[in-house]
């Protein structure tokens, strides 16, 4: 008997939910739909899936994370997302009581703060529904819930959740200094209009949102801030543009509605 190693293949009635949450699928190449559905079954099989308390967490909504959060690893031989265990889905806005970091540099905030997600080094992945659903249904917003959590695990992957993912050398040297110019940049108020304020937060965040801009609205970033999207194309090793359908839209416009949290 040949007994199969790694993750299993997409059933069927699979498929057609993950490509409800991520479209761009039916573009990949046949390596590159290989690795995603790789990802997206590591995640489903693998993963300990937790509601809180009084939810329901359906199959459609497992797809739709999974699917979502696949898209990282799309450019790697084997899933970057191997540390995530344990998914953990709230109905809507997760209220967070720790201390914290402040909005201030340098000050730390105990008071009840309202996100939409957030997760810890070796920790789970903290999600809310409501969030994760309304990305999908807003498309062009290019806002992502799920890419920015675990975009924050691959930034703890060296240790270190300080918005430089596992690189070395030229590679990493190059990231920090782009990473950083455009990090000045939106502090200064000249930054890329694609990457929301709140990637200003620190490196960490400005990590997260940068790579919730590249992977679902790549094309545009290229255009505006190309050494940027050199830098994410080099780390990610995938072009969205090999994928962007409806998950480009026809003008970089923005929404106006920028004020829900992340983090
Ligand atoms: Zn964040």
Do not use: K
Request: proline share 6%.
């Amino acid at each position: 008997m040949i007994r199969h190693r790694g993750p299993r293949a997409l059933a069927v009635d699979e498929v057609a939910a993950v490509e409800r949450a991520f479209p761009g699928r039916a573009r990949l190449d046949v390596d590159h739909r290989t690795r995603y559905d790789a990802a997206v079954t590591d995640l489903l099989d693998r993963c300990g899936w937790e509601a809180s308390a009084g939810f329901e967490l359906t199959d459609d909504m497992r797809l739709t994370i999974a699917a979502r959060a696949a898209i990282l690893a799309i450019g790697f031989d084997e899933t970057p997302l191997g540390a995530v265990r344990t998914i953990v889905v709230h109905p809507s806005t997760i209220m967070l009581s720790s201390v914290r970091r402040g909005a201030i540099p340098g000050t730390v905030s105990d008071g009840p703060m309202p996100v939409a997600g957030h997760t810890a080094a070796r920790g789970p992945v903290f999600l809310a529904w409501n969030q994760v659903a309304g990305d999908r249904r807003h498309p062009r917003r290019h806002r992502d819930v799920v890419l920015h959590e675990f975009a924050h695990q691959l930034d703890f992957l060296d240790g270190a959740g300080d918005g430089t993912p596992p690189l070395e050398g030229d590679r990493r040297r190059r990231w920090i200094t782009i990473c950083q110019m455009e990090l000045d940049a939106l502090r200064r108020g000249n930054g890329s209009a694609l990457l929301r304020s709140y990637a200003a937060t620190n490196p960490s965040e400005f990590f997260a949102v940068a790579t919730e801009v590249f992977l679902t609205n790549g094309a545009a970033l290229r255009d505006d801030r190309p050494l940027l999207h050199a830098v994410l194309a080099d780390y990610y090793n995938v072009d969205p543009a090999d994928w962007a359908g409806e998950e480009i839209p026809p003008s970089s416009t923005l929404t106006s509605a920028d004020r829900d949290p992340s983090s």
